[in-house]
């Protein structure tokens, strides 16, 4: 089973709204992954968590807040977006971060308004 | 860092007929290279992927092969069907522990 399961589909929030996206996995990974997507490009990471730390922050902006609150679970807390943000946040797992395969869930579809 | 080409950014063919998308990568240090398969609306799907020491790998209709030295690998799908429309997206990983550096994309569309 290699199934990353991601909540809420799709989610409208205005710039001034704080909501959150959460992912879980329950294939006892230990390493967790965000990445945004938008139309018609390939994924690009956000952030890495490895054994419930922090390992990796591709320079985002902090109005992107990750966390890690166990091995199976990851969110990402988003607080007063602009409409660029507007996406597809999409979150991966894989064994440890050293491991090389990483499986995709199916992503939560982002609107700003 | 890395940076990974990937060519067409279409594909058309004719169901049964064969499709193949390449990449090239720059950085000699990068030892794993998956594909990805991305319907509609849906997250990336790991098809198939080849490590540094294999120069080719099959898995039923699906085949990667790699070129160390010239820094290229590619997809083969044979016999394709309408179901294999869908972007694909090459990667590589290089020194970077957790990073994979993604192509820009290929659209395929297998007509009837």
């Known amino acids: 089973d290699t199934e990353v399961t991601q909540t809420p589909k799709h989610l409208v929030m205005g710039m001034t709204n704080k909501k959150s996206l959460k992912c879980e996995q329950h294939?006892?990974?230990?390493?967790m992954y965000w990445y945004k997507q938008k139309a018609k490009k390939p994924p690009e990471l956000m952030f890495v968590?490895?054994?419930?730390?922090?390992?990796i922050n591709e320079s985002v902006p902090s109005r992107f807040s990750p966390e890690c609150p166990n091995s199976s679970l990851l969110n990402l807390h988003l607080h007063a977006l602009q409409p660029e943000d507007s996406a597809l946040y999409l979150c991966?797992?894989?064994?440890?971060?050293?491991?090389?395969?990483?499986?995709f869930g199916p992503g939560t579809r982002l609107t700003v308004t | 860092g890395e940076n990974v080409e990937q060519h067409p950014s279409t594909l058309s063919v004719q169901e049964g007929d064969s499709a193949v998308i390449k990449c090239t990568y720059s950085?000699?240090?990068?030892?794993?290279f998956p594909w990805y398969k991305q319907e509609l609306g849906k997250g990336p799907q790991l098809i198939i992927d080849?490590?540094?020491?294999?120069g080719e790998k099959k898995d039923q209709r699906i085949a990667v092969t790699l070129n160390k030295t010239a820094k290229h690998f590619s997809l083969h799908i044979t016999e394709t069907q309408p179901e294999d429309s869908a972007v694909y997206f090459c990667?590589?990983?290089?020194?970077?522990?957790?990073?994979?550096?993604f192509g820009r994309g290929t659209q395929l569309t297998v007509w009837p």
């Open positions: 080849i490590r540094s020491n294999v």
């Open positions: 950085d000699s240090a990068s030892n794993y």
């Open positions: 990667a590589s990983r290089g020194s970077t522990l957790g990073r994979l550096y």
């Open positions: 968590y490895s054994y419930e730390k922090l390992s």
């Open positions: 991966a797992s894989s064994q440890v971060e050293t491991a090389y395969e990483q499986y």
């Open positions: 294939m006892g990974h230990r390493a």
